[in-house]
């Protein structure tokens, strides 16, 4: 049984957070987070988003701006994370979290809590790098940018926290369709999971996931944004073994 088969069955009953961070560097005990994005959804779609630059009291390294494109001026005049992260913990709640190269975006986090004297985060979590690692093995590159391409997902804002978190979610719900044609099961027209008579064959190629994105964005990504009333939970995250940070966040 794989670490992700509860979600074929769970997800029209689970509240979701993908989030991303854009950071000044990759050593989150050095290096502070400028920028958080989130978005929560669930089955029915898209709750609400959540965006903020975070002034980190440094200043941002020439190359990391090269990269995201966050300048000092941007950041002057933001609030420090004092001022973000007790809202950013009211906004995720007990969801389940969705990152790519979780333990990244976990770490920085939890060292951002550390600083304030508040407890690490201990919502469940789901890294899509790895999802996608055991939807689809022996791709050549794993990096979200890489996997976007591949399935046709749009970047409009590559490396801002809140379009990669979208871009994250996304990828997302590829690697559910997958999973979902893997263990046989579909979602029935009114939304909840059924499974059929005989198990549906799985994708023979990973460009064929590019159908089970549309389907399941019909389900998942609507434009409504409303109050989320819905039963919680969390788990403990562990760190993937496997886990290599690929690039700045």
Not at 62 to 77: A, Q
Not at 91 to 112: K, M, Q, T
Request: hydrophobic share 45%.
């Amino acid at each position: 049984m794989g670490q992700f088969d509860w979600l074929a069955t769970s997800f029209e009953s689970t509240p979701f957070t993908v989030f991303d961070t854009e950071t000044t560097g990759l050593e989150p005990k050095h290096c502070r987070v400028v920028e958080a994005g989130a978005i929560r959804f669930d089955a029915k779609g898209i709750k609400a988003r959540f965006n903020v630059l975070i002034n980190p009291g440094t200043p941002m390294p020439p190359e990391v701006t090269k990269i995201n494109g966050i300048t000092d001026g941007m950041l002057k005049g933001q609030p420090d994370a004092s001022g973000v992260l007790p809202d950013f913990i009211r906004f995720i709640g007990d969801s389940v979290l969705i990152a790519h190269n979780a333990p990244f975006d976990i770490s920085f986090i939890n060292e951002e809590l550390a600083r304030l004297g508040k407890p690490a985060l201990k919502n469940r979590v789901i890294d899509t790098r790895i999802f996608a690692k055991e939807m689809f093995p022996d791709l050549p590159k794993y990096a979200l940018q890489e996997l976007a391409v591949r399935f046709g997902i749009q970047a409009i804002d590559a490396h801002r926290a809140e379009d990669d978190a979208r871009v994250c979610m996304e990828l997302f719900l590829v690697c559910l369709g997958r999973l979902r044609d893997k263990m046989g099961v579909q979602a029935s027209q009114n939304g909840a999971i059924a499974a059929p008579d005989q198990a549906m064959p799985a994708a023979a190629e990973p460009a064929n996931a590019q159908n089970e994105q549309k389907a399941a964005l019909q389900i998942a990504v609507k434009a409504a944004v409303e109050p989320d009333q819905e039963d919680l939970f969390g788990e403990d995250f562990a760190e993937e073994e496997d886990y290599i940070e690929e690039s700045p966040e």
